[in-house]
């Protein structure tokens, strides 16, 4: 038995998964993962029930039950992200304040959707066609008594301009890849005419590898640029960030 089962779950449990570029399974790492994932399935359900009873006060107090709620679930999450201790959070310079423009960030895994939501009360992330997983639809589904979707060029710039007159902060999650002079950015025509505000978050890959559930430790670096006012220069703007 030591010299057949021993050797396999070795294989299954380390060599396989590191040969993957995933973290190997080790008590201490699923000891993490089982704790923070039943942490977020509570924060989960008490913020379902919240929705639930703030959908129901929006039928009389619309703008104020809208923006209560907005301040609930930004200090639940912010909570959340500053209890993620594998997480070494490396902050380059990130105010939002109460600016009239549109975030731009890149996506990679759920832990930048947390990361987002917890910068400002006022954010509100956009789908676009993007992948997602179940846990990422969740965090659309909750971070607002609203639903926004963009689905190719069917919601533009009347969408992002009516949460900017709203006071709230509209951001756009587009996939980025580098190559050797561009980054790819789809919807790109619903930003045309607005100020930009680019975020770039690096690291969180490495914390949540894609198609994964274990947790694992890394350095997440969140770097705002200065705010931008097309494409070319929002390009330009990533691909550096990337550099640096």
């Known amino acids: ?14 060599t396989d998964r590191t ?3 995933r973290p190997p399974f080790t008590l201490a790492i699923l000891f993490r993962t089982l704790v923070y994932i039943l942490l977020a399935a509570v924060l989960l359900l008490v913020i379902g029930t919240l929705k639930g009873v703030f959908i129901i006060l929006s039928l009389v107090l619309k703008a104020t039950s809208r923006s209560i709620y907005k301040w609930f679930i930004h200090k639940i ?40 939501l917890s910068l400002h009360e006022k954010n509100i992330l956009l789908i676009n066609n993007i992948s997602s997983t179940f846990l990422s639809r969740l965090l ?14 069917s919601v533009s710039e009347q969408v992002i301009k009516q949460l900017i007159a709203e006071d709230y902060i509209p951001v756009v999650l587009c996939n980025i890849f580098k190559t050797d002079d561009a980054v790819e950015l789809e919807h790109a025509t619903m930003l045309k005419g607005l100020s930009i505000i680019p975020i770039v978050i690096l690291g969180t890959e490495n914390c949540l590898a894609k198609n994964d559930f274990v947790l694992n430790r890394g350095t997440v670096i969140l770097k705002q640029s200065p705010t931008v006012n097309s494409i070319i220069e929002l390009t330009y703007v990533f691909n550096e960030g990337y550099k640096d």
């Open 77 to 116: 999450v912010k909570l959340y992200v500053l209890s993620c201790f594998f997480m070494k959070k490396k902050v380059l310079h990130v105010d939002l304040g109460n600016k009239k423009a549109v975030v731009v960030s890149n996506y990679q895994t759920p832990l930048d959707l947390l990361i987002l």
């Open 1 to 14: 038995i030591s010299y057949t089962i021993i050797p396999l779950l070795f294989r299954w449990f380390i």
């Open 140 to 153: 659309f589904f909750i971070q607002d008594l609203k639903e926004y979707k963009i689905n190719g060029e």
């Open 19 to 21: 040969d993957k570029g």
